[in-house]
């Protein structure tokens, strides 16, 4: 899978629930981007549906709800992050995301969150997690590449001399 650098502080509407968890040595949360139910009822037959997955590596925190509606993910500002901080203890080693565009009660900890877009059936297992490589590869990410950002901390470089990674 090719990795690219992408940006936070974006928005997307379409309803996000958390739908995979694992804690500890390579733990993951993650979400996925479903479409509207009129979308979906609208559908006839089609199985499947463009849906966005964003996947958060070694986490370490999750606040929030497993049905987390519309997301922007986002950094925290300095000030967000000394009350999240405050609340919670230090954050050293890892990167606070935000999930909402005006509150700081949503939120993972994580060295780093991965997302992409994919045609699949609504249960289908997220490209980014699955252990079976012929599964990923028959679904690849559409329009862009699987996105990730580490920043502003991160324990290694992901990235080869072009600025891409393979993983």
């Not at 060295?111 to 699949?120: G, R």
Request: charged share 20%.
């Amino acid at each position: 899978m090719t990795l690219v650098r992408g940006k936070l502080g974006f928005t997307d509407p379409r309803s996000f629930s958390l739908i995979g968890y694992r804690h500890g040595g390579h733990g993951y949360a993650l979400f996925r981007g479903f479409p509207s139910p009129a979308e979906i009822e609208d559908s006839h037959s089609d199985s499947e549906f463009r849906l966005l997955d964003i996947c958060f590596r070694n986490i370490e925190r999750i606040s929030c709800w497993a049905g987390a509606g519309p997301i922007h993910l986002r950094h925290p500002t300095d000030d967000e992050k000394a009350t999240i901080q405050a609340r919670i203890g230090p954050t050293r080693n890892t990167n606070v995301y935000l999930l909402k565009p005006d509150s700081i009660e949503d939120y993972v900890l994580a060295s780093a969150v991965y997302w992409a877009e994919y045609d699949l059936a609504l249960t289908a297992p997220s490209p980014l997690v699955t252990e079976d490589e012929e599964g990923r590869k028959a679904h690849s990410p559409v329009g862009q590449p699987v996105q990730f950002v580490d920043q502003p901390w991160t324990p290694y470089s992901l990235f080869n001399s072009t600025g891409t990674t393979t993983a």
